[in-house]
């Protein structure tokens, strides 16, 4: 770095600095507070659009009524429009309203479009768990199984060994089914969750 004898000569620099340099620091500067208004004008933007999303996603759900089909094509809209944790939700209360109904496909259908549209954990957990059940209902064991795969946390290791010995049993593997279950009984399973288990086993003889 040069170093100046006397003022003089660092005010000397500097206006040669600015006559070479002025105009990009111009623009850069505009560039600057560009970006900083446009970075301010998103986040308020994101806020008021989830704050929106939001809004719409309660006023929609509240009226969710499985007599009356508006209101189910007016929540499966909002999904369609929404690849987010909202539409995730939206999918988890649409699916229980088809399920309600014995629709299984409408309402796998709905838990797979809710896992595609979230990455928060639980959410993820208890749309697979719903998902996985559904599957077992439409006699679709292995693919219980493999949605059973993508449930993650200690904390569902109990109900996912229950719904897993559900799904071996129904294939006819009864000691797939029991160590899936004694697995689930010696996992911090709720005592009604342990005493369940122990009775299927029980009823394996």
Do not use: C
């Amino acid at each position: 770095m040069e170093v100046y004898s006397n003022e003089n000569e660092q005010v000397d620099a500097l206006r040669r600095f600015f006559a070479n340099n002025g105009k990009a620091l111009a623009i850069g500067i505009v560039l600057g507070i560009g970006v900083l208004g446009g970075w301010r004008y998103w986040n308020t933007h994101q806020d008021s659009s989830a704050r929106e999303v939001s809004a719409s996603y309660e006023q929609l759900t509240r009226a969710l009524d499985s007599s009356k089909p508006q209101t189910l094509e007016a929540v499966a809209k909002f999904v369609s429009e929404n690849s987010n944790t909202y539409g995730a939700l939206a999918s988890l209360d649409l699916a229980k309203q088809y399920a309600d109904k014995n629709e299984l496909a409408k309402a796998a259908t709905q838990l797979q479009n809710g896992v595609k549209n979230t990455k928060d954990a639980n959410l993820l957990a208890v749309m697979n768990l719903r998902l996985a059940r559904i599957q077992l209902q439409q006699k679709q064991a292995d693919d219980a199984l493999k949605t059973l795969d993508g449930v993650k946390g200690e904390g569902w290791s109990a109900i996912v060994a229950d719904i897993r010995g559900e799904a071996l049993l129904s294939k006819g593997d009864k000691q797939g089914a029991r160590d899936a279950w004694s697995k689930g009984i010696a996992s911090e399973a709720s005592p009604a969750l342990k005493e369940m288990m122990q009775m299927k086993m029980n009823n394996l003889g």
